[in-house]
């Protein structure tokens, strides 16, 4: 389970973005983000729970979280943790180079996504 996830105010993810999970009017995809954002393992399979990662700005990524039948795509904003955020608890893995480090670690026909060491700094839904 990936440790020292924190949002750009340097509070914890679940807390600070638990009013905006609870919108997403999907279930899974609620649960599959909250999984995320606590660094439990999620697993991405192809036409059930599509992940992805590109670049954004301001030196973010967007790790995007898909559904292919819910009415909503969920993009996380993050980047790798830096010494400057003072995160107590962290993974004892690097988060860089970021986003190859939280996944997907290949799994058979399952991809598998774990983030640590990031700081989240949003959590928006988009029309899928």
Not at 51 to 59: E, G, I, Q, R
Request: with cysteine.
């Amino acid at each position: 389970m990936g440790k020292g996830i924190i949002t750009s105010y340097g509070h914890d993810p679940l807390g600070e973005y638990a009013f905006r999970i609870s919108t997403f009017n999907s279930q899974l995809l609620s649960d599959d983000v909250r999984q995320l954002l606590s660094g439990q393992v999620v697993n991405a399979e192809d036409g059930v729970l599509e992940l992805t990662t590109a670049p954004a700005p301001s030196s973010l990524h967007r790790l995007s979280v898909r559904r292919p039948n819910e009415p909503y795509v969920v993009d996380i904003f993050l980047r790798p943790v830096e010494p400057r955020d003072n995160v107590s608890k962290l993974d004892g893995r690097s988060s860089t180079p970021s986003p190859d480090q939280w996944g997907p670690i290949p799994n058979a026909h399952i991809a598998q996504w774990e983030l640590f060491n990031c700081v989240i700094h949003s959590v928006k839904s988009r029309d899928n």
